[in-house]
């Protein structure tokens, strides 16, 4: 028998980098040739309207010839076929396999579908991932997942394929509806619940403000840098998720079946509170949360002006939902609660009971404290 190994290092930047289009401004080509080269780009529809013509004389100007493909956006666009149709645009503009890096410019859904291209075309070519949401800023454009939906499910086809670079220039959030940046501080709730008490303290005090300023002032700044920093923490010793005991699934368990159900109306960010609603209640229960904790959760969320909609809680199908979870986790439901703010237990006991009390209690809560919730 003969053994085979070998080791691949896995690193790349999460870069600052302002005026992206700016002339002046190397950053988008500051991987891979520049001379007689070319890019292969994907703009989400949104960002195109806003900024086709600096992005095209962004490439004119560095004389890189770019063959930009725009891609709607939207969870229900995360799909076979329109990954087949990346990659159809890509095969006929053929780029060197390993210093013409492609461009991904645009939200979550857009990062994750670009980000797989790139790692199964032609066996897997380099990438640059530009996040232009809060919610692709803070989260989905950190890591190295990508994927589609399959088959009824959420991200069933995919790979773990690093980018190059992440590029982050938040005048992007300058151009989100309000409820875009809701839905990404979502994620940012998330972190600070599970992980971070001064990130919680700080969305306490400055969040509201932050959000009515898209983020452009000097509050946002630190609570942008601290959910990346914290994110990066979280991932960067377990990138392959070879340990399925995972802080950051917090509010990633019954999420999953309500984004499916409810695809075509739901925030990924608002499917990702609403679990986190109810494991905040389970943990209350457990007593793994105080009074006076669960209340400054859930003042939080009100103080942010995000609205739960509680009426598509379907126990049944948020227990359908742990089920395939814990498939997806090895046979063990892995689920993590708040243990106090900031810190958290993962438990595997979780039964339909508890889900059932925890949304009868998060109904009877909102109806009663409105002002609340």
Known sequence: ??????????????????????????????????????????VDFNVEKHYS??????????????????????????????????????DSFLIHRRDEPIIAIGGGVLTDVVGFVAGSYRRGVPHIKVPTTLIGYVDASIGVKTGVNFNGNKNRLGAFAAPQKVL???????TLPKRHLLNGICEIIKLAIIKDAGLFCLLETHGAKSVDAQFQNE???????????????????????????RKVDFGHTFSYGLEIRHEAHLFHGEAVLLDIA????????????????????????????????????????????????????????????????????????????????????????????????
């Open 53 to 90: 013509s600096e992005i095209r004389n962004y490439f004119s100007d560095h004389e890189v010839e770019a063959k930009i493909v725009t891609f709607p956006g939207g969870e229900e666009n995360k799909t076979v076929e329109n990954y087949l149709s990346i990659v159809r645009e890509l």
């Open 278 to 373: 109810i494991s905040t209640l389970i943990a209350r229960m457990r007593d793994l949360l105080s009074l006076e904790e669960t209340g400054r959760i859930f003042h939080l969320i009100a103080e942010l002006g995000i609205m739960l909609d509680t009426t598509i809680l379907d126990p049944c199908l948020l227990w359908q939902s742990l089920e395939e979870r814990a498939f997806h986790r090895n046979g063990l439901q892995r689920v993590p609660l708040p243990h106090g703010i900031g810190k958290c237990v993962f438990v595997n006991d979780l039964n339909v009971y508890e889900i059932e009390a925890a949304v009868k209690l998060l109904e009877d809560w909102t109806a009663v404290n409105h002002d609340i919730i």
């Open 168 to 174: 982050l220039d938040k005048s992007f959030l300058k």
């Open 1 to 42: 028998m003969r053994r085979v190994t070998y080791q691949h290092t896995i690193e790349y930047e999460v870069v600052n980098a302002p005026n992206l289009f700016h002339p002046q401004n190397e950053a988008l080509l500051s991987v891979g040739r520049i001379e007689n080269g070319r890019r292969f780009v994907v």
């Open 219 to 245: 509050e946002g700044d630190t609570i942008l840098d601290r959910a990346i920093c914290g994110m990066m923490e979280e991932l960067q010793p377990n990138l392959f998720e070879e340990d399925l005991a």
